[in-house]
């Protein structure tokens, strides 16, 4: 098993009488990456703010790239990487001189060799000598990334990198992260944009109301979402009548000609259908099977009128419900 680069238990913290964080837990394997989702308000800023050693928590152990944020700060802080949810750029300094006081700070060999580098890896040279005060809010993200990599960071924390990205600069960012997790980097990031956890992360974890109310790949995540269905469409009302007496649980659309049957969409239970309809003699025009989404997925999970037990007992009733 790969070492955790990021080892979370117990995690607590309130402002005032408001818990944001309620008991959260969780770990992030070397040279992988992790995502936090969760509604606006949820605690992904103040998680990552506490795993940075930037605010305190007020119980729980946290341990990242193998030190203890509380006792080891100096050691943890050597081995971060952070971009935060706001651009952290010095409007006054060109996006080279940005990028040269990070290296001076963190008295990098070869700082202009390196920044040269990194201007061009995000696509900054034609702007670099202009004041970062000047840019739009995407140069400025991705100035603000490229500053974060400065030192190669064993551990980076990007908290929503994507937010106002155009989609060719998000892909572009994507290409970065995944080039970084190549070479054994580890980053922990919080997002607003499902995809992009989808497309990105090993592990996903949903946090609402202080706790994590998932946790596992993007599509086992998937899996424990009710929706995965087989749709059939048939030529006439006859059809569908028939289909929906011999598949029962099946949700109709009389307008479509539509039935949805509810099914884990593993292809002995799609064959059961199948065989079903062909017993009966009927045929369908058309047959899909429909995975639910992340969005899918932190709709029902987030849903803050109904609290974690209800969802986890909506999810079991509509389990049960399928074949
Ligand atoms: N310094 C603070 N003092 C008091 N309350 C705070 C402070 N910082 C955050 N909060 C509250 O804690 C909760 C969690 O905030 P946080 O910024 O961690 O959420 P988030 O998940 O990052 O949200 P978003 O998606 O909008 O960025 C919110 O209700 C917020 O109002
Ligand atoms: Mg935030």
Redesign the pocket.
């Known amino acids: 098993m790969r070492s955790s680069a990021i080892a979370v238990s117990g995690l607590r913290k309130a402002?005032?009488d408001?818990v944001?964080l309620d008991g959260v837990g969780f770990d992030v394997a070397a040279g992988s990456i992790f995502s936090l989702l969760?509604?606006?308000?949820?605690?992904?800023?103040?998680?990552v703010n506490i795993l940075t050693t930037l605010m305190k928590a007020d119980a729980g152990t946290v341990r990242v790239a193998g030190h203890d944020v509380v006792t080891e700060t100096k050691q943890v802080r050597a081995a971060i990487g952070v971009t935060g949810?706001f651009a952290a750029v010095d409007e006054l300094l060109s996006g080279r001189e940005n990028l040269r006081l990070v290296a001076d700070l963190k008295r990098v060999r070869g700082a202009g060799r390196l920044v040269d580098r990194l201007l061009e890896r995000f696509d900054l040279v034609e702007s670099a000598d202009k004041m970062a005060g000047t840019y739009s809010g995407g140069m400025r993200r991705k100035l603000d990334l490229a500053m974060t990599l400065v030192g190669n960071p064993q551990v980076i924390f990007l908290?929503?990198p994507t937010t106002g990205l155009d989609p060719r600069s998000r892909r572009t960012m994507w290409e970065i992260v995944r080039e970084l997790v190549a070479e054994g980097t580890t980053i922990f990031l919080?997002t607003?944009y499902l995809e992009e956890a989808d497309q990105l992360a090993d592990r996903i974890a949903v946090?609402n109301q202080g706790r994590l109310v998932a946790q596992g790949t993007p599509e086992e995540l998937k899996r424990q979402i009710p929706g995965t269905h087989a749709r059939f469409r048939f030529a006439d009302v006859h059809d569908l009548d028939a289909a929906a007496r011999v598949l029962p649980g099946g949700t109709r659309d009389d307008e479509e000609l539509t039935l949805r049957v509810p099914n884990d969409g593993e292809s002995k239970s799609l064959l059961a259908l199948l065989s079903r309809l062909d017993e009966n003699a009927i045929n369908a025009k058309e047959f899909s099977v429909h995975t639910p989404d992340l969005d899918d997925v932190f709709l029902a999970l987030t849903d803050s009128t109904a609290g974690g037990t209800d969802t986890e007992n909506t999810i079991k009733e509509k389990e049960a419900v399928a074949p």
């Open positions: 402002y005032g408001k944001v969760g509604p606006n308000g949820a605690g992904k800023t103040t998680t949810q908290d929503e919080t607003q946090l």
